[in-house]
C-alpha cells in the first residue's frame, strides 16, 4: 500500500495505477459538478483557451520535429522508460479536470499494464500533460532533435506550462471557493 500526501492527509492506494483511477473519477466528479461553471466563468473561458492553443501548438511541434513518434515508438516497443509505471500519480484530479475541459476522453482503464496508466499503442491519451511529460528529453531525443528545434520545442512547452498553469490556479480557487471551510472552534486558534 503506497501514501500519497496530499494537503494534509494522506491518500492510499494500492498502485499507481488504483491511484489514476481514483483521480479520474474525481475529476470526473469535479466535472459534472464544476465543469459547465468554469466553462462560462469570466477567468477560466479565456484561459482554457489559450491553454487549448498552447498545447495545439505544442503538440504540432512535437510531431513535425519527430518527438510524437520517437516516444511512442520507445514506450511501445523498447526500452521505455519515460512512460513508466508510476509517472500518472504526477496527473492529479485538477490536471484530469483540465483534460476534460478540453474535451479528453480520459480512459477509465489502463491499455499496458507495466506502464503509465494513460499510455497507449498510440501515445499518450491525454491533452493536457504533467511538467515532467512535456519537459523531459531523454538523452536519444537531445542527441536526435536540432538545437534549434529544440529550444523551440522548449519555448513552446513553457508557454503551455504557463498558462496550463494560470488555469489550474483558476481552477483550484474555483474549487476551493465551493468547499466547505473547517471550523477552528474550540481548537484555540482565534479566527
Avoid at 36 to 45: K, M, N, Q, V, Y
Avoid at 73 to 90: D, L, M, Q, T, W
Avoid at 98 to 119: H, Q
Avoid at 152 to 179: C, F, P, Q, T, Y
Wanted: charged fraction near 25%.
Amino acid at each position: 500500500m503506497r501514501a500519497r500526501k496530499e494537503g494534509s492527509r494522506p491518500i492510499m492506494h494500492e498502485s499507481p495505477h488504483q491511484y489514476a483511477l481514483q483521480e479520474v473519477e474525481r475529476a470526473k466528479l469535479l466535472y459534472l459538478e464544476l465543469g459547465r461553471g468554469i466553462l462560462c466563468d469570466p477567468e477560466s473561458a479565456p484561459l482554457l483557451g489559450r491553454y487549448r492553443e498552447a498545447i495545439r501548438k505544442t503538440s504540432g511541434l512535437m510531431r513535425t520535429s519527430g518527438v510524437v513518434s520517437a516516444c511512442t515508438e520507445c514506450a511501445v516497443r523498447g526500452p521505455g522508460s519515460c512512460c513508466f509505471k508510476g509517472i500518472e500519480e504526477n496527473c492529479d484530479r485538477v490536471l484530469l479536470l483540465l483534460n476534460l475541459l478540453l474535451g479528453c476522453n480520459v480512459p477509465e482503464t489502463a491499455e499496458m499494464s507495466e506502464e503509465c496508466f494513460f499510455l497507449s499503442g498510440e501515445g499518450c491519451r491525454l491533452i493536457a500533460k504533467s511538467s515532467f511529460c512535456l519537459n523531459y528529453l531523454c538523452p536519444g531525443l537531445n542527441e536526435f532533435l536540432d538545437s534549434k528545434v529544440k529550444e523551440s520545442l522548449l519555448r513552446a512547452v513553457g508557454d503551455e506550462l504557463a498558462v496550463g498553469w494560470e488555469l489550474e490556479m483558476a481552477v483550484r480557487k474555483r474549487i476551493l471557493s465551493l468547499s466547505p471551510r473547517p471550523s477552528c472552534k474550540g481548537r484555540g486558534i482565534g479566527v
